[in-house]
Structure formats: C-alpha cells, structure tokens
C-alpha cells in the first residue's frame, strides 16, 4: 500500500465504501481477540488511552471491568456511535474527537496505551508524530500495544491499510519507544471470499488477517 488512508468517517457514516467491503469490515462487536486477552491476563494497569478507538469496543470491554479509558477518534461519526453504545450499556467512558497526531492535554496520564489497528490507518508520514504525541501522554513506565497488520496482507489496491513488515514497524516506534516484543498475530474482519482469499477464516466466517501485536515502553 501507499502513503494514503481511507475516508473512515464517511464509511462509519455509510456514506463510502470500505476497501473490499460493502459494510465496515473491522467492527466485529467486541475487542480484536488479540487485544481482549492482553486485558482478559491482567497485562493492562492504570487508566487507559485507547487510540484510534472506532466504535469503541475495546474501550467498552475496559470500562465493562472498571477501567478509566479515554477514547480518541478522529471521526466523529465513529465517536458518536461509540457515545450511544456506552450510553446504551450504563458505561462511563471519556470521549474526543481529534486528530491524535498533534494530541495534547493528557500528558503523563495513562498507564496503557492501546492501539488496536489504528497504526496502518494514519499516513505512514504521520507516523512519528503520533508515536510522538502518545508518548508525551503516556505515564512514567508506561506500556504500549499496537496491532498492527502485516504486509503479507491480501488487499486490493487503492487507498487502505499502511502494513509494515517487522523491521519498518520497530524502527518507527524505537525512534519514541522501547519495543519490548514483537510476535505474529491476526486480526479478524468482516471480508467476503473474494477478499483476503489467502487467510484463513474462524468460526465465524471472518477473515483472520495477518498481524503484528507489538509491546513497548515509554521511555523514561
């Protein structure tokens, strides 16, 4: 892929289409399992900044368990359904619309920071200043996950994904972080066979795509 992003708010407001899909292929209704159990074994503390939050699931799987989460989105068709969903469950839960490359006011706030898929949604230019600007709210000792899909993935051409393969993606975040691992993972979404027709599928029918779950420290 190239150095350009989707519309993302006019595809949460239905209003574009998302590559290879007729709906919004990565709200699944629950966490990426992937970041689910990283919460599920205790390895999220403190409050939490979910990045690049969407619809908001994850944030809402945190709050459900008595986390203090803020999300950030940069659409705001995405933070308003994510307001209702939170609403509509009895969930307290900060909300901001912004463009999280310049973000500001949170400085040494969370104790996690999670970025669930947001990583190969912002332009590849904008990398280090969002990396930049997540470390500044970062607290002392601070942990980052990042999932992040690798450029194994299947994916038609056009405006979409930024993948990494695993060197690109630890020399951007080395340059504000500690990278402490990096392993493989899946991403699942709502694809049709005609779409990542090389990855396998769950369950469910949903497209495992190929990942990179990604764990850092803020440097301090």
Avoid at 55 to 66: D, I, K, N, Q
Avoid at 77 to 96: D, K, N, P, Y
Avoid at 204 to 219: I, K, V
């Amino acid at each position: 892929m190239g150095d350009s992003v989707a519309d993302y708010d006019a595809i949460y407001a239905g209003l574009a289409v998302a590559p290879g899909s007729d709906g919004v292929p990565w709200n699944i209704g629950e966490p990426q399992p992937a970041i689910a159990a990283l919460i599920d074994v205790g390895r999220v503390r403190g409050e939490v900044l979910d990045a690049g939050c969407g619809v908001g699931e994850t944030a809402l799987y945190l709050a459900a368990r008595g986390y203090v989460v803020v999300e950030l989105d940069l659409s705001p068709t995405a933070i308003g359904q994510a307001r209702h969903a939170a609403a509509e469950r009895g969930l307290a839960v900060e909300f901001a619309v912004t463009d999280i490359t310049s973000l500001t006011g949170y400085d040494g706030r969370f104790g996690t920071v999670i970025d669930s898929t947001l990583f190969h949604s912002i332009p590849v230019a904008s990398r280090s200043a969002y990396l930049s600007a997540i470390a500044r709210a970062a607290a002392p000792g601070a942990t980052l996950y990042v999932l992040v899909f690798t450029n194994e993935l299947d994916f038609p051409e056009g405006p979409g994904p930024n993948t990494v393969d695993e060197p690109e993606l630890r020399a951007a975040v080395e340059e504000h972080w500690s990278v402490e691992s990096v392993v493989p993972a899946s991403a699942p979404a709502h694809l049709p066979p005609t779409i990542a027709a090389n990855s396998p599928r769950d369950d469910r029918g949903r497209a495992l795509l190929p990942a990179f779950l990604l764990t850092a420290r803020r440097r301090d």
